[in-house]
T-cell receptor, first 119, second 115 residues
Framework: GAVVSQHPSRVICKSGTSVKIECRSL??????MFWYRQFPKQSLMLMAT?????????EQGVEKDKFLINHASLTLSTLTVTSAHPEDSSFYIC???????????????FGPGTRLTVT | AQSVTQLGSHVSVSEGALVLLRCNYS??????LFWYVQYPNQGLQLLLK??????LVKGINGFEAEFKKSETSFHLTKPSAHMSDAAEYFC?????????????FGTGTRLQVTL
């Protein structure tokens, strides 16, 4: 249990367009999901915390209007990169917390990541 | 505030040799500590976690780590390296509650295993 998927795994888009990345918890409900960004050979940087039914909480320095996060259901959070530019090219990873009984509340389960390339 | 320092961005060991990846943390609240492994173009897989129970934590794939409060360390070890252990390893810290419960990652250590 506690599987997280992401779609797509890879996406290439043209500069100025928008792209949506989905993060799904497949076998559990996730009231909280997290979005991270990882540049090549670097660590994961938390972008925002996504809460079901409420607005996401963004980390300092992350543009809310550029990285739109929607957590409309207990199993799906989406990250939309608006008006993408080449500098947005990165590896985006989501994670989710499994709040079911028997699961440790502070553990995050990570998706496989989405490689975004903006040309 | 919390932070993690991983000493050594690259570590190379021979197959069968001891693996030691270093992690030191800083946290204003009692921490939870984690080690994750990442293979190329993949997400993170949890190796083990410290949750204030036993200070010596055993994880998957033969890895273990010891929480040493006096040294603020949580080093990852494996007695005998295998070629399949070659990957990127991240140490992370999380506080117990509220905003401190977010994960803060170290910069990672790339483990190379040679024949």
């Amino acid at each position: 249990g506690a599987v997280v998927s992401q779609h797509p795994s890879r996406v290439i888009c043209k500069s100025g367009t928008s792209v949506k990345i989905e993060c799904r918890s497949l076998d559990f409900q996730a009231t909280t999901m997290f979005w991270y960004r990882q540049f090549p050979k670097q660590s994961l940087m938390l972008m925002a915390t996504s809460n079901e039914g409420s607005k996401a909480t963004y980390e300092q320095g992350v543009e809310k209007d550029k990285f739109l996060i929607n957590h409309a259901s207990l199993t799906l959070s989406t990250l939309t990169v608006t008006s993408a530019h080449p500098e947005d090219s990165s590896f985006y990873i989501c994670s989710a917390r499994d709040m079911r009984q028997g699961h440790w509340a502070y553990e995050q389960y990570f998706g496989p990541g989405t490689r975004l390339t903006v040309t | 505030a919390q932070s993690v320092t991983q000493l050594g961005s690259h570590v190379s060991v021979s197959e069968g040799a001891l693996v030691l990846l270093r992690c030191n943390y800083s946290s204003s609240v009692p921490p939870y500590l984690f080690w994750y492994v990442q293979y190329p173009n993949q997400g993170l897989q949890l190796l083990l976690k410290y949750t204030s129970a036993a200070t010596l934590v055993k994880g998957i794939n033969g890895f273990e780590a010891e929480f040493k409060k006096s040294e603020t360390s949580f080093h990852l070890t494996k007695p005998s390296a295998h070629m399949s252990d070659a990957a990127e390893y991240f140490c992370a810290v999380s506080g117990v509650t509220g905003t401190a419960s977010k994960l803060t990652f170290g910069t990672g250590t790339r483990l190379q295993v040679t024949l």
